[in-house]
């Protein structure tokens, strides 16, 4: 199956500092990746669509000055947390739809945990 | 807006029980997906359904679509302690987007 991965998994960080996460499709294209964020016990949260040679598609209620979002090419996306705050601490998940348009199953990285001191 | 809704919230039964989950959808649904996710783990792909009044079974697991495509469940045959985790339907309303269910966690008391 397609395997998606994600780095770093983990990241401890002091506030005010930018984090920058990195999802990469390892064995496909993905023109769209997604962008979720979990708490602890919680559902997962849609942030974005990133989406290769354009601008993300923002959530709701998610700012996009804040969670900045690069899909420079068809098997990587990034997320950067720019000035991030205990708040922002998270389990942050990428997915990737290889077969965009066709509603079809998304593939899910490992996810990142950030904690932000 | 789009909500996904999922009961029960918390699950505990004993190995060798039953295990159902439901979900419920505000609005008629493309297609629902399921997914597992294990503690500490991330979401991992069960299953899709498409059609209206679809049924699906996997091994001991067993899904079904309403005819309405508002709802689904997730069923589990004689639970064993592998089944351990959080499962998630997940809505699609047609715009390729994902809309996660609240989840139940499913915990099995040897």
């Known amino acids: 199956g397609a395997v998606v991965s994600q780095h770093p998994s983990r990241v401890i960080c002091k506030s005010g500092t930018s984090v920058k996460i990195e999802c990469r499709s390892l064995?496909?294209?993905?023109?769209?990746m997604f962008w979720y964020r979990q708490f602890p016990k919680k559902s997962l949260m849609l942030m974005a669509t990133s989406n290769e040679g354009s601008k993300a598609t923002y959530e709701q209620g998610v700012e996009k000055d804040k969670f900045l979002i690069n899909h420079a090419s068809l098997t990587l996306s990034t997320l950067t947390v720019t000035s991030a705050h205990p708040e922002d601490s998270s389990f942050y998940i990428c997915s990737a739809d290889n077969e965009r348009g066709r509603g079809t199953k998304q593939f899910f990285g490992p996810g990142t945990r950030l904690t932000v001191l | 807006g789009q909500q996904v809704m999922q009961i029960p919230q918390y699950q505990h039964v004993q190995e060798g029980e039953d295990f159902t989950t439901y979900c419920n959808s505000s609005?008629?649904?493309?297609?629902i997906q399921w997914y597992k996710q294990r503690p500490g783990g991330h979401p991992v792909f069960l299953i899709q359904?498409?059609?209206?009044?679809e049924v699906k079974k996997q091994k001991r697991l067993t899904f079904q679509f309403g005819e309405a495509k508002k709802n689904s469940s997730l069923h589990i045959t004689a639970t064993q302690t592998t089944d351990v985790g959080t499962y998630f339907c997940a809505g699609d309303f047609g715009n390729e987007k994902l809309t996660f269910g609240t989840g139940t966690r499913l915990t099995i008391i040897p």
């Open positions: 609005t008629t649904l493309s297609n």
């Open positions: 359904l498409v059609k209206s009044g």
């Open positions: 064995d496909f294209q993905a023109t769209t």
